[in-house]
């Protein structure tokens, strides 16, 4: 049970923001959302993760709902690097147990 | 320096035989995992050890059994290879804690099973 939803896929146009939603309505209180990709048969590689508050990195922001049912993550510029699956996940930092669902194929298009 | 390597990238065997993969991270983490990727890309946990204790230990059969000599080896040994066992494991690795955790995963293993 990967307790997150995702669009199974979507298109972006290279340079543009991409943004990525994500549904867990179930979320746990101290249960932090993490954000991951793979790129063609790498690799998972991390992103960015949260609890409550907005955050921001090199690679993106991923902005909560205040009710923190919902999330979205935006790559600001997006490549056709970018091109890739990008799971959103909910994960305890105590354990590091992470669930990885289906994800979101995100394609960039030039 | 690669964080996470893994090794062999690639491999073939027969059913019935017995195998393992390696896993060293030189990021000065606690904390290692085991992951298996299907033929499906479903990306799932198997194990994880902090300080070379098990404490995610999924439902995966017992003829998985992970090793950990040490903090920075994670490895992986497999009897009775079936079939279904083929798919990419990937390792990772991170620091536990409250606020947390990055995890650095590995190039992957491409296990095939015939």
């Known amino acids: 049970d990967a307790k997150t939803t995702q669009p199974t896929s979507m298109d972006c146009a290279e340079g543009r923001a991409a943004n990525l939603p994500c549904n867990h309505s179930?979320?746990?209180?101290?249960?932090?959302v993490y954000w991951y990709r793979q790129i063609h048969s790498q690799g998972p590689q991390y992103i960015i993760h949260g609890l409550k508050n907005n955050e921001t990195n090199e690679m993106a922001s991923l902005i909560i709902t205040e009710d923190r049912k919902s999330s979205t993550l935006i790559l600001p510029h997006a490549t056709l690097r970018d091109t890739a699956v990008y799971y959103c996940i909910r994960g305890s930092g105590n354990t590091g147990k992470l669930i990885f669902g289906q994800g979101t194929t995100l394609q960039v298009k030039p | 320096d690669t964080a996470v390597s893994q090794t062999p990238k690639y491999l073939v065997t027969q059913m019935g035989n017995d195998k393992s993969i390696k896993c060293e991270q030189n990021l000065g983490h606690d904390t290692m995992y085991w992951y298996k990727q299907d033929s499906k890309k479903f990306l799932k946990i198997m194990f994880s050890y902090n300080n070379k204790e098990l404490i995610i230990n999924e439902t995966v059969p017992n003829r998985f059994s992970p090793k950990s000599p040490d903090k920075a080896h994670l490895n992986l040994h497999i009897n009775s290879l079936e079939l279904g066992d083929s798919a990419v494991y990937f390792c990772?690795?991170?620091?536990?804690?409250?606020?947390?955790?990055?995890?650095?995963f590995g190039p992957g293993t491409r296990l095939t099973v015939l």
């Open positions: 179930t979320i746990s209180g101290n249960e932090y």
């Open positions: 990772a690795s991170s620091r536990l804690g409250a606020f947390g955790n990055e995890q650095f």
